[in-house]
């Protein structure tokens, strides 16, 4: 079961005026970015899991980033990362791995040997899946992003109790790719008219069902930013 509806006030980003928040006070962050699709996993499963009073949201303005950030907070500099006992980790798959196990609320990692082998599979994939279409836009895109979205659309098929990766129930897998097919779908619409669910049904019905989840929904980011930001981003050099 997922956690009861809350409605919260997102706080305003951090910038390089903001004073860092006390570290290491007993209290978990998560550091994120509102925009940022490798943020919104970890931020996306908080919700899920019910954990609003548990793990603090703490955004940072990238564009204009505290330097106490870097220096005292997570070397890597990227956004999400967590400060929790004493320690501040990063990297959003290994991150939302260890939310679900070492937080309360429902597990999202499937105990099926099956599901759980193709559960692994899959978010190994989602690397790949990434990279496939982050080169596409420097590219023949729709040709070259296109097939990275037939590979889901054919996974969604192997489990076919439900509509998520691993069948009825949502799992970290779903958590891992929807901040991503979020984006991409519209980048790929605004931009080369290019609607990522025709001709697959699965994934038509996958993303209809995961936009009803709503932990997920004051994580999505407004189309037209996506499309501004990645246009900036992708195509200002064409
Ligand atoms: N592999 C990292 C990637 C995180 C990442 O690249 N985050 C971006 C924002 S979407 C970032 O913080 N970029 C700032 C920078 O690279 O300086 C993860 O999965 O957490």
Known sequence: MAAAIVNEHLP???????????????????????????????WILRNYKGLHDKIKLVPIDLQNRPAWYK??????????????????????LDLIKYVDSNFEGPSLQPNDPAKKEFAEELITYS?????????????????????????????????NDGPFFLGHELSLVDIA??????????????????????????????????????????????PKVIVEMFSARFLAKH
Do not use: M
């Not at 910038?15 to 970890?42: K, N």
């Not at 907070?73 to 929790?84: A, M, R």
């Open 12 to 42: 305003t980003p951090l910038d390089a005026t903001s004073e860092q928040p006390p570290l290491f006070d007993g209290t978990t962050r998560l550091y994120v970015s509102y925009t940022c699709p490798f943020a919104q996993r970890v």
């Open 71 to 92: 220096e005292r907070v997570y070397h890597e500099n990227k956004v999400p990362s967590l400060e929790h006992n004493g320690k501040v980790i990063g990297e959003s």
């Open 127 to 159: 690397d790949t899946f990434n990279k496939i279409v982050f080169t596409s836009f420097k590219g023949d895109t729709v040709k070259e992003a296109g097939p990275a979205f037939d590979h889901l659309e054919n996974a969604l098929h192997k489990f």
């Open 177 to 222: 790719y929807i901040p991503f097919v979020e984006k991409f779908q519209a980048f790929l619409s605004g931009v080369w008219n290019y609607d990522i669910t025709a001709g697959r049904p699965k994934l038509t019905k996958w993303i209809e069902e995961v936009n009803k989840i709503d932990a997920y929904k004051p994580t999505k980011a407004d």
